[in-house]
């Protein structure tokens, strides 16, 4: 199987910006739904944004005007551009990919839908 490994969490104040980065090797990226969960502690995993094999983007109510997905497939890589960082953001955040995930498949943001998961990222925002 492939392999997502993400980076650039961290603490920030609220109203601040992190972005999020997401490695990816062993499989064609470009063709790939990717997409950013995130989980807070007790809470349920929540889909977060996802960028289509076509670069059609999607993002949860919560996160929009404030988050930018974006993929760099010569890279191999995928970002969460993340502004206005409020407390409720506070999060692990996970990068995830899937082949077969397609159209609204891909725009739903279903955790279920997605075979590839990194091994998370915590942000955490203070107020």
């Known amino acids: 199987q492939g392999e997502l490994v993400e980076s650039g969490g961290g603490s920030v104040q609220a109203g601040g910006s992190l972005t999020l980065s997401c490695a990816a090797s062993g499989f064609p990226v470009s063709r790939y739904c990717m997409a950013w969960f995130r989980q807070a502690p007790g809470k349920e995993r929540e889909g977060v944004a996802s960028?289509?094999?076509?670069?059609?983007?999607t993002y949860t109510d919560s996160v929009k005007g404030r988050f930018t997905i974006s993929r760099d497939n010569t890279k191999g890589s995928l970002y969460l551009q993340m502004n206005d960082l409020k407390p409720e953001d506070t999060a692990t955040y996970y990068c995830?990919?899937?082949?077969?995930?397609?159209?609204?498949?891909?725009?739903?943001?279903?955790?279920?839908?997605?075979?590839?998961w990194g091994q998370g990222n915590t942000v955490t925002v203070s107020s």
């Open positions: 995830a990919a899937d082949a077969w995930c397609v159209g609204r498949c891909c725009a739903n943001l279903v955790g279920a839908n997605f075979r590839l």
């Open positions: 960028i289509s094999s076509v670069n059609n983007t």
